[in-house]
T-cell receptor, first 114, second 114 residues
Protein backbone atom coordinates (compact mmCIF):
# COMPACT_ATOMS: atom_id res chain seq x y z
CA UNK A 1 0.00 0.00 0.00
CA UNK A 2 1.72 3.17 -1.20
CA UNK A 3 -1.11 5.55 -0.54
CA UNK A 4 -1.81 8.36 1.87
CA UNK A 5 -5.51 8.91 2.49
CA UNK A 6 -7.21 12.04 3.78
CA UNK A 7 -10.72 12.74 5.01
CA UNK A 8 -12.86 14.62 4.33
CA UNK A 9 -12.26 15.58 0.70
CA UNK A 10 -14.14 18.83 1.11
CA UNK A 11 -15.03 20.80 4.23
CA UNK A 12 -17.01 24.00 4.66
CA UNK A 13 -16.95 25.51 8.11
CA UNK A 14 -17.92 28.71 9.83
CA UNK A 15 -15.50 30.81 11.78
CA UNK A 16 -16.86 29.56 15.11
CA UNK A 17 -16.83 25.87 14.22
CA UNK A 18 -14.44 23.18 15.40
CA UNK A 19 -13.50 20.51 12.91
CA UNK A 20 -10.72 18.01 12.31
CA UNK A 21 -8.86 16.80 9.25
CA UNK A 22 -7.59 13.24 9.21
CA UNK A 23 -4.68 11.59 7.44
CA UNK A 24 -3.68 7.94 7.38
CA UNK A 25 -0.83 5.91 5.89
CA UNK A 26 0.15 2.26 6.19
CA UNK A 27 3.58 2.39 4.57
CA UNK A 28 5.45 2.25 7.88
CA UNK A 29 6.59 5.85 7.45
CA UNK A 30 7.67 7.54 10.66
CA UNK A 31 7.57 11.14 9.42
CA UNK A 32 4.28 12.85 8.64
CA UNK A 33 3.65 16.36 7.41
CA UNK A 34 0.88 18.93 7.08
CA UNK A 35 1.06 21.41 4.22
CA UNK A 36 -1.23 24.27 3.26
CA UNK A 37 -1.60 25.11 -0.43
CA UNK A 38 -3.30 28.21 -1.80
CA UNK A 39 -4.32 28.41 -5.44
CA UNK A 40 -1.41 28.74 -7.88
CA UNK A 41 1.13 28.51 -5.04
CA UNK A 42 3.46 25.75 -3.89
CA UNK A 43 2.68 23.68 -0.80
CA UNK A 44 3.66 25.53 2.37
CA UNK A 45 4.92 23.41 5.27
CA UNK A 46 2.97 23.75 8.51
CA UNK A 47 4.01 20.88 10.80
CA UNK A 48 6.29 17.86 10.81
CA UNK A 49 6.00 14.85 13.08
CA UNK A 50 8.91 12.48 13.41
CA UNK A 51 8.38 9.28 15.41
CA UNK A 52 5.03 10.69 16.59
CA UNK A 53 6.71 13.75 18.09
CA UNK A 54 6.26 17.27 16.75
CA UNK A 55 9.63 18.22 15.31
CA UNK A 56 8.79 21.28 13.23
CA UNK A 57 6.11 23.95 13.70
CA UNK A 58 6.48 26.64 11.06
CA UNK A 59 5.04 29.44 13.22
CA UNK A 60 1.49 28.32 12.51
CA UNK A 61 -1.32 30.14 14.40
CA UNK A 62 -2.71 28.28 17.39
CA UNK A 63 -6.11 27.93 15.71
CA UNK A 64 -4.43 24.98 13.93
CA UNK A 65 -3.59 22.16 16.33
CA UNK A 66 -1.87 19.02 15.05
CA UNK A 67 -2.01 15.62 16.68
CA UNK A 68 -0.27 12.34 15.91
CA UNK A 69 -2.08 9.59 17.89
CA UNK A 70 0.07 6.81 16.42
CA UNK A 71 2.54 6.12 13.64
CA UNK A 72 -0.21 5.74 11.01
CA UNK A 73 -2.49 8.65 11.84
CA UNK A 74 -2.18 12.39 11.73
CA UNK A 75 -4.91 14.86 12.62
CA UNK A 76 -5.25 18.59 12.23
CA UNK A 77 -7.74 20.19 14.59
CA UNK A 78 -9.27 23.45 13.43
CA UNK A 79 -10.90 26.10 15.61
CA UNK A 80 -11.92 29.72 15.06
CA UNK A 81 -10.50 29.83 11.55
CA UNK A 82 -10.48 32.89 9.34
CA UNK A 83 -11.63 33.11 5.69
CA UNK A 84 -7.99 33.45 4.62
CA UNK A 85 -7.39 29.95 5.97
CA UNK A 86 -9.40 28.57 3.05
CA UNK A 87 -7.01 26.38 1.08
CA UNK A 88 -6.10 22.83 0.12
CA UNK A 89 -4.61 21.02 3.12
CA UNK A 90 -2.21 18.28 2.14
CA UNK A 91 -0.83 15.52 4.30
CA UNK A 92 2.37 13.71 3.37
CA UNK A 93 4.52 10.96 4.81
CA UNK A 94 8.05 9.68 4.37
CA UNK A 95 10.64 7.39 5.81
CA UNK A 96 13.12 8.84 8.27
CA UNK A 97 15.97 6.56 7.25
CA UNK A 98 18.97 8.27 5.73
CA UNK A 99 18.83 8.24 1.95
CA UNK A 100 15.11 7.48 1.70
CA UNK A 101 13.65 10.90 1.23
CA UNK A 102 10.56 10.53 -0.93
CA UNK A 103 7.45 12.22 0.41
CA UNK A 104 4.10 10.74 -0.55
CA UNK A 105 1.21 13.18 -0.64
CA UNK A 106 -2.42 12.54 0.13
CA UNK A 107 -5.20 13.91 -2.12
CA UNK A 108 -5.84 16.80 0.22
CA UNK A 109 -8.84 18.34 1.97
CA UNK A 110 -10.34 21.38 0.25
CA UNK A 111 -11.27 23.69 3.14
CA UNK A 112 -13.58 26.67 2.79
CA UNK A 113 -14.08 28.97 5.78
CA UNK A 114 -17.20 31.12 5.59
CA UNK B 1 17.12 28.42 5.59
CA UNK B 2 16.87 27.08 2.07
CA UNK B 3 15.58 29.25 -0.79
CA UNK B 4 14.56 27.74 -4.13
CA UNK B 5 14.03 29.86 -7.25
CA UNK B 6 12.19 28.36 -10.22
CA UNK B 7 11.92 29.61 -13.81
CA UNK B 8 9.95 30.12 -15.93
CA UNK B 9 6.63 30.59 -14.15
CA UNK B 10 4.72 29.65 -17.33
CA UNK B 11 5.83 27.67 -20.35
CA UNK B 12 3.94 26.84 -23.54
CA UNK B 13 5.30 24.32 -26.02
CA UNK B 14 3.99 22.58 -29.09
CA UNK B 15 3.26 18.89 -28.75
CA UNK B 16 6.39 16.91 -29.53
CA UNK B 17 8.77 19.69 -28.55
CA UNK B 18 10.97 19.66 -25.45
CA UNK B 19 10.40 21.60 -22.25
CA UNK B 20 13.04 22.71 -19.75
CA UNK B 21 12.41 24.06 -16.27
CA UNK B 22 15.25 25.41 -14.14
CA UNK B 23 15.73 25.80 -10.40
CA UNK B 24 18.44 27.22 -8.21
CA UNK B 25 18.93 26.62 -4.50
CA UNK B 26 20.85 28.44 -1.82
CA UNK B 27 21.82 25.87 0.84
CA UNK B 28 24.91 23.91 -0.15
CA UNK B 29 23.93 21.24 2.44
CA UNK B 30 20.81 20.28 0.46
CA UNK B 31 21.21 16.76 -0.86
CA UNK B 32 17.90 15.69 -2.42
CA UNK B 33 16.02 17.39 -5.24
CA UNK B 34 12.59 16.06 -6.23
CA UNK B 35 10.28 17.25 -8.97
CA UNK B 36 6.52 17.11 -8.48
CA UNK B 37 3.77 17.32 -11.06
CA UNK B 38 0.41 18.64 -9.93
CA UNK B 39 -2.61 18.49 -12.17
CA UNK B 40 -5.55 20.77 -11.45
CA UNK B 41 -7.35 19.66 -8.29
CA UNK B 42 -4.98 16.75 -7.70
CA UNK B 43 -2.20 15.95 -5.28
CA UNK B 44 1.46 16.66 -6.08
CA UNK B 45 3.02 13.51 -7.52
CA UNK B 46 6.73 12.78 -7.59
CA UNK B 47 7.88 12.31 -11.17
CA UNK B 48 11.64 12.15 -10.73
CA UNK B 49 14.25 12.97 -8.14
CA UNK B 50 18.00 13.25 -7.90
CA UNK B 51 20.46 12.99 -5.06
CA UNK B 52 23.53 15.13 -4.64
CA UNK B 53 25.94 12.32 -5.50
CA UNK B 54 24.50 12.02 -9.04
CA UNK B 55 24.77 14.51 -11.90
CA UNK B 56 21.98 13.26 -14.13
CA UNK B 57 19.05 10.87 -14.00
CA UNK B 58 16.66 9.82 -16.75
CA UNK B 59 13.32 8.06 -16.77
CA UNK B 60 11.87 7.59 -20.26
CA UNK B 61 10.95 11.10 -21.51
CA UNK B 62 11.95 12.86 -18.30
CA UNK B 63 15.45 13.73 -17.14
CA UNK B 64 16.91 15.82 -14.36
CA UNK B 65 20.39 17.32 -14.20
CA UNK B 66 22.16 18.68 -11.14
CA UNK B 67 25.11 21.06 -10.95
CA UNK B 68 26.19 21.16 -7.31
CA UNK B 69 28.88 23.74 -7.90
CA UNK B 70 26.46 26.21 -9.42
CA UNK B 71 23.62 25.05 -7.15
CA UNK B 72 21.12 24.55 -9.90
CA UNK B 73 19.08 21.66 -11.26
CA UNK B 74 16.83 21.31 -14.25
CA UNK B 75 13.93 19.19 -15.48
CA UNK B 76 13.89 18.17 -19.13
CA UNK B 77 10.79 16.70 -20.77
CA UNK B 78 11.19 15.44 -24.33
CA UNK B 79 8.49 14.64 -26.90
CA UNK B 80 5.91 16.49 -24.85
CA UNK B 81 2.30 15.32 -24.89
CA UNK B 82 -0.92 17.13 -23.92
CA UNK B 83 -1.11 15.03 -20.74
CA UNK B 84 2.16 16.63 -19.62
CA UNK B 85 0.21 19.87 -19.10
CA UNK B 86 0.29 20.61 -15.36
CA UNK B 87 2.10 22.67 -12.75
CA UNK B 88 5.60 21.42 -11.98
CA UNK B 89 7.33 22.14 -8.68
CA UNK B 90 10.99 21.65 -7.92
CA UNK B 91 12.10 21.23 -4.32
CA UNK B 92 15.18 20.79 -2.20
CA UNK B 93 15.69 19.19 1.17
CA UNK B 94 16.77 20.96 4.26
CA UNK B 95 17.06 17.82 6.37
CA UNK B 96 17.11 17.93 10.11
CA UNK B 97 15.47 16.53 13.22
CA UNK B 98 14.99 13.14 11.58
CA UNK B 99 12.69 14.30 8.81
CA UNK B 100 13.12 15.90 5.42
CA UNK B 101 11.79 19.42 5.17
CA UNK B 102 11.12 20.22 1.53
CA UNK B 103 11.47 23.78 0.27
CA UNK B 104 9.50 24.23 -2.94
CA UNK B 105 9.99 26.53 -5.88
CA UNK B 106 7.03 28.68 -6.91
CA UNK B 107 6.03 26.34 -9.72
CA UNK B 108 5.92 26.32 -13.52
CA UNK B 109 2.65 26.00 -15.37
CA UNK B 110 3.39 23.93 -18.47
CA UNK B 111 0.91 23.98 -21.33
CA UNK B 112 1.41 21.55 -24.21
CA UNK B 113 -0.45 22.69 -27.28
CA UNK B 114 -1.75 19.87 -29.51
Amino acid sequence: DTEVTQTPKHLVMGMTNKKSLKCEQHMGHRAMYWYKQKAKKPPELMFVYSYEKLSINESVPSRFSPECPNSSLLNLHLHALQPEDSALYLCASSQVAAGDYEQYFGPGTRLTVT
Amino acid sequence: GENVEQHPSTLSVQEGDSAVIKCTYSDSASNYFPWYKQELGKRPQLIIDIRSNVGEKKDQRIAVTLNKTAKHFSLHITETQPEDSAVYFCAATDSGAGSYQLTFGKGTKLSVIP
